[in-house]
């Protein structure tokens, strides 16, 4: 996006910083993670709810908060990838790297804590859980370790942000 000096709409005043950008798309890939694990997990092949302790109607109950923070966290990266836009500050592999850990952190955190040590839920019922555990964890660190070469690259590839100075 080219921003000439009569653009209004861009303070040029307001200091640009530039872990906005990962935290942008780590608002968005969390938002992401959560969404996919909702719609393939809980909607579509019916393998748990966010909170399987309780009644049918508790599950679902807190199948609709995930949902709404998930989509909270959505809304929230994009707010901020789209000031980053308007200020012409995105560092787009800065982005896509916040996005996977984002993703990653949030599917490594569910596997571990909310499956292991919480208890809330396990990714399937009545099976061998072992296979899934280890694929679900897996997937994680695989978009993890994404994640982190897409940083790494950021600094050397995606020129850092310049605000223009003056009127």
């Not at 994680?140 to 994640?147: C, D, H, Q, S, Y």
Request: charge should be neutral; include cysteine; charged fraction near 15%.
């Amino acid at each position: 996006m080219h921003i000439d000096s009569s653009d209004t709409r861009y303070d040029r005043s307001l200091p640009v910083e530039p872990g906005r950008n990962l935290v942008s798309g780590v608002l968005a890939g969390i938002g992401v993670a959560g969404f996919i694990d909702e719609t393939i997990f809980h909607q579509l092949l019916h393998w748990h709810h966010f909170y399987d302790r309780s009644t049918p109607t508790a599950g679902l109950v807190s199948d609709g908060l995930f949902h709404a923070f998930s989509w909270f966290c959505v809304v929230g990266g994009l707010f901020l990838l789209a000031d980053l836009n308007r200020r012409a500050a995105t560092i787009p592999r800065r982005w896509w790297a916040g996005l996977c850990f984002g993703l990653g952190g949030f599917q490594l955190y569910d596997g571990t804590v909310q499956h292991k040590l919480m208890r809330l839920h396990q990714v399937r019922y009545h099976v061998n859980i072992v296979p899934y555990d280890l694929v679900w964890n897996v997937v994680a660190l695989l978009v993890l370790i994404v994640g982190i070469l897409l940083y790494r690259s950021s600094a050397d590839r995606d020129p850092a942000p310049s605000v223009p100075t003056g009127c």
